[in-house]
């Protein structure tokens, strides 16, 4: 498939959804078709792989958190963003921010809350609740672009924390490993070939290659 080009994908009951080309990859949720094909064609002029969805139902049942098997083939795709709505019929994009927030599973993806009325305690409800940010409608090209970049540098500096984190275990397994577990008694020999009791045996190296092994 041409970069570009949209795939559609079909899931049980109805409903649109389409799958765009690479990197970012966000879950977009309307009601309204049109403001659905404006986030995203937005999206997609941004390089981000986009999912749409008509309502905050389709929404978790995209994810897996409606109790239903029957996106189960679907929710292995991994989300970095979900902007959604907030005026939306039966569940509101505040509703489906509560719920994803309560999700052991999805609570870390960042939820981005659009609407078309710049009502202040309706925004500070939302971001309380750990909206990431909100939009007010229409969205701007701008907007998007701006989300994006901060999305890439936190997951830019959250693999930056968990490289140092896996390097300096991994200084502190080799220090263990090579370090001797045996000091020389005053009755040991000191004959030349006690000096190998300083170097790790075959043994501890080999434990250190697994456990190396393990953190790549």
């Not at 994009?93 to 994803?100: C, E």
């Amino acid at each position: 498939m041409a970069v570009g080009d949209v795939m559609r994908m079909e899931i049980p009951s109805g409903g649109d959804m389409s799958v765009t080309s690479p990197e970012l990859h966000v879950l977009a949720v309307d009601d309204s078709i049109v403001d659905r094909k404006v986030i995203e064609r937005l999206l997609r002029i941004s390089a981000c792989k986009v999912t749409t969805v008509e309502s905050g139902a389709r929404a978790l049942q995209y994810l897996g958190l409606d109790g239903d098997k029957g996106a189960s083939g679907l929710k292995d795709l991994k989300v970095n963003l979900i902007v959604t709505d907030y005026s939306m019929p039966g569940l509101t994009g505040y509703d489906l921010l509560k719920k994803i927030k309560e999700s052991s599973v999805f609570r870390e993806i960042p939820v981005v809350i659009m609407s078309s009325e710049n009502i202040l305690p309706r925004i500070e409800q939302c971001l309380r609740e750990g909206a990431e940010d909100f939009l007010l409608k229409p969205v701007k090209l701008a907007d998007v672009k701006r989300i994006k970049e901060l999305i890439m540098r936190n997951e830019a500096e959250d693999c930056k924390t968990l490289s140092h984190s896996n390097k300096r275990k991994l200084a502190e397994y080799i220090d263990d490993a090579s370090s001797p577990s045996l000091s020389p008694s005053p009755s040991s020999s000191t004959h030349d070939d006690s000096s190998a009791k300083d170097f790790p045996s075959s043994k501890q190296m080999k434990s250190a290659d697994e456990k190396f092994s393990s953190l790549l």
